[in-house]
């Protein structure tokens, strides 16, 4: 069982800037893909970046060039560096962690993010 602890949420002004952490239980955390999804009010939850153990990333179309998502394996931790906020990115962010081997999935508790205009 593995246990996803996310922090950082807030809210702030569009523009600025924020950073999530996710903290993992995971002995094994470098064979674990880990994404960060959000959930806006009355919408489906969405994934907005995903990182490789071996550290390779991609994003979606939303947060490209503003988000950039990275892990440090040797902390089990991972996380979303947001900027140039905007009201849009309004939503609730989860940690999800995938075991390569099984698919075993995991989700943290979500953070709320506000960005006001």
């Known amino acids: 069982q593995v246990q996803l602890v996310e922090s950082g949420g807030g809210l702030v002004q569009a523009g600025r800037s924020l950073r999530l952490s996710c903290a993992a239980s995971a002995t094994d955390f470098s064979t674990y893909v880990m994404n960060w999804y959000c959930q806006a009010p009355g919408k489906q939850r969405e994934l907005v970046a995903v990182?490789?153990?071996?550290?390779?990333?991609a994003y979606s179309d939303a947060v490209k060039g503003r988000f950039t998502i990275s892990r440090d394996n040797a902390k089990n931790m991972v996380y979303l560096q947001m900027n140039r906020l905007k009201p849009e990115d309004t939503a609730v962010y989860y940690c999800n962690a995938i075991q390569s081997s099984t698919g075993y999935t995991y989700w943290g508790q979500g953070t709320q993010v506000t960005v006001s205009s």
């Open positions: 990182i490789g153990g071996d550290g390779i990333s």
